[in-house]
């Protein structure tokens, strides 16, 4: 058996036990696993610290204190990946009884004009729980993801999703065709965009530092006229689930398409800020964000 069989194997039989405990016990049970991995994932433990250090401010300087909400951030992150396991086991009608939205009808507004609607999202809570419950309202969303391997295990994770309602769309050269088909369909489109994964985003302020971000949900929006609106769905308190969709983006072009993205892109960056500090440990950032933290290319001799 190879490795990629093992990994497979290893995580279909983990979810498959998650999701037969009594839920109390599964998350009981993130929340070791979350406490494991604060301890023995030096490097990660040591990035999300940095990441988190520019979302509390002045806060973050406090080295208990910035300890206490890392060690949070490994649990809620623990716990978006139990979620994740016994998702496709719960049923709709117990989905909608533990989601609680605010902010719905921009989603409904949305899909009305027929040009359909995009969802900018943070990596907060579980953005797929959200989904399932959007499949429940008439709102089935579409969203990118980036490739896993093995393949089999994304092939895996696709079908879960669309058991759910949840259509999973790889990251490569064929998406940008897939979600224009969805606007143009008049379908809801959902976009986690506050990682720069291809390196080609646009530099915006973020916490007070430059990043980059993609320029798909700002392009996609202005090169269709679909709603353009930002969110997030916030795990907890106890078993329910808390999401906020906030007022539609102003989308109206006012020079070159390249200066309007890159306007865009900074009001999604901020709003996003925003969406993050009201539960900063919900945040499942372990990767170099900043510019100042990314590895410096050096040009080959």
Known sequence: MDTGQVVFRTYTTLGSCIAALPEPMALGLGNVVGDVLYRVRHEHRAMVKANLARVLGADGGDAQLLDRWARRSFRAYARYWVEGARL???????????????????????????????????????????????????????????????????????????????????????????????????????LLCDRDIEGTGIEVEFFGERTTMPAGPATLALRTGATLCTGAVYSGPGRDHRAVVEAPLDITRTGPLRKDVARLTQEIATRLEGLIRRAPEQWHVFQPLWLADRPVEVPAA
């Open 88 to 190: 496709p086991a719960t049923s709709p009608d117990e989905v909608v009884q533990h989601t609680f939205v605010d902010g719905l009808q921009h989603l409904h507004e949305g899909s009305a004009t027929g040009r359909g609607t995009i969802l900018a999202l943070p990596h907060i809570g579980s953005w797929e729980y959200g989904g399932a419950f959007l499949a429940t309202q008439d709102l089935p969303m579409t969203a990118v993801a980036e490739r896993i391997e093995p393949p089999a295990l994304f092939d895996y994770f696709v079908e879960q999703r669309a058991a759910m309602g949840l259509t999973i769309v790889p990251l490569d050269q064929k998406s940008g065709g897939t979600l224009l088909s969805t606007l143009r369909e008049g379908g809801l489109v959902g």
